[in-house]
């Protein structure tokens, strides 16, 4: 693929990618939500598992299509999910808990959804300090080992959302099946003889 191609690509991922943000600030601006907190959480929630579970699969699907370029997204979708959930906690320790840093520990101590959010959280942090080339240059081998946390992030995140979850499971049950079938393929390649 042409450089300027693949730039041109790159630019259209990340305005799609910020495209739910436009949607979820129109709906509220236009005041179709009547709770508009709950919308907001929800909304960059939704979006930070999407872009994590995007993120995964660039390597099955360059696996499984040969598109090697792929790999050149990888970064965008993981910074995209980190992006999504500091709005997400921003609203819940902002918007939702008023900047009560004693309801928030409280909450992160008794309730077992935050606890695996906020470890989730807590997890990224790291990953997107080190996404740089810079960094990657400088941790060498121990990057690869310190973004393997997104292995741990994800299921948290997923867990997170299915204890959240009060009645109908069926959403957060799709994103478990989704990461399953994700991390599946890659301890199943894992676990194939070596070729030559
Ligand atoms: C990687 C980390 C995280 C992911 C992937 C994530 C994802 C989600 C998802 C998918 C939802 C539900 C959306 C829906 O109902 O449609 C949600 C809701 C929520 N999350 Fe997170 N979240 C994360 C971290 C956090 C953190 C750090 C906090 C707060 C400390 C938090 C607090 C909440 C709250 C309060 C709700 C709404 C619960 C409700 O409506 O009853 N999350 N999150």
Known sequence: M????LTYIKAAVFIACLLPLARAAYIVISGMQVNPIEFITRSTGTWTLVMLLLSLSIT????LTGLNELIKFRRMLGLF???YVALHFTTYIWLDQA???AAVLKDI?????ITVGFAAFILLIPLAITSTDAM????KRNWGKLHKLVYLIAPLSVLHYIWLVKKDLTQPLIYAGVLTVLLGLRIWWRWQPRKG
């Open 2 to 5: 042409k450089p300027r191609t």
């Open 60 to 63: 099955p699907l360059r696996k």
């Open 81 to 83: 999910a980190f992006f």
């Open 99 to 101: 900047f009560d840093v």
């Open 109 to 113: 101590v008794k309730r077992p959804f």
């Open 136 to 139: 990657l240059r400088r941790l």
